[in-house]
């Protein structure tokens, strides 16, 4: 892909789909790249919500599960994606950053043995759930359901979002619940923001931190011997993960090795057996 004239252009040399939503403003220059769900139930009815006015919101993309990609406004104009927001001491993220909207339910509720949308009331396959506590959650609350990503839709997510990195040379890239803490939780625990900064910002102080396994562990769904060992577990010694994020001694991690035939186990392990490479 490339971008000429502030629109994206797919690999066959033909503009992505393009939906035009009233909900922006004048012409800005991107710093940041901002990461975002859509809490709905298809990328297709998030798109028809955004070029809505009464939605008074909307992002620069939408990507949805099955990695196709929607521009709603050029990359040089202001889209209404991070609303009341603030970074490094600047207000208004609105007026210098790109929003990618990643088509995903967000937070689930549970409901008897089901998982659900309090947005769509769809339900959720308990394959398709991450079970953790969100990182600007107090540190006492009890971990819940977050719709998992798709891997096509988080490999075009890496590759577009890099694309602008280098087109416009962003200072970083942020997660709607770093600009608004505690009014949004988007993208939530089951983004891998960490390995996904250190692919686009390509810098050491970015780089993932990688841990061999010291003895035999399980990988879980949540932070807690009470969740289930996920399929691939227990893992052998020597198998090497990447930190993703910290809950006290439970780390959860990203098995960068294929184990029994699994690939991309994300969960997390008890500290204690983790060594750093």
Not at 96 to 121: Q, T
Not at 137 to 165: C, F, N, R
């Amino acid at each position: 892909m490339k971008i000429n004239n502030h629109r994206l252009i797919a690999d066959d040399g033909t503009p992505v789909r393009y939906v035009e939503t009233p909900n922006k403003g004048g012409v800005m220059t991107p710093e940041y790249l901002v990461m975002h769900y859509t809490a709905g139930s298809s990328a297709d009815g998030s798109v028809s919500w955004m070029a809505n006015p009464a939605a008074r919101a909307a992002a620069h993309l939408v990507i949805g599960r099955d990695g196709r990609v929607t521009q709603m406004a050029p990359f040089n104009r202001i889209a209404w994606h991070a609303g009341q927001s603030q970074w490094a001491g600047r207000i208004g993220l609105n007026g210098f950053s790109i929003g990618i909207e990643l088509d995903n339910a967000g937070k689930l509720e549970r409901a008897g043995n089901r998982w659900v949308s309090a947005v769509s009331k769809r339900v959720y396959a308990d394959d398709d759930v991450l079970v953790a506590r969100h990182k600007n959650d107090h540190p006492g609350s009890a971990p819940t359901g977050w719709h998992e990503y798709s891997e096509v839709q988080l490999d075009i997510a890496g590759e577009v979002g890099l694309l602008l990195m280098q087109k416009y040379a962003l200072k970083d890239v942020l997660g709607h619940e770093d600009i608004a803490p505690g009014r949004k939780a988007d993208p939530g625990p089951a983004f891998p923001m960490a390995s996904y900064r250190a692919r686009l910002m390509g810098r050491a102080d970015d780089a993932i931190e990688v841990y061999e396994t010291s003895a035999s562990l399980n990988v879980r769904a949540g932070p807690g011997t009470e969740f289930a060992a996920l399929p691939g577990s227990p893992l052998q010694a020597g198998v090497k993960v990447a930190l993703l994020e910290q809950q006290g001694v439970w780390w959860r991690v990203d098995v960068l090795d294929t184990v029994d035939g699994v690939m991309d186990l994300v969960g997390w392990c008890h500290s204690r057996f983790l060594t750093k490479v």
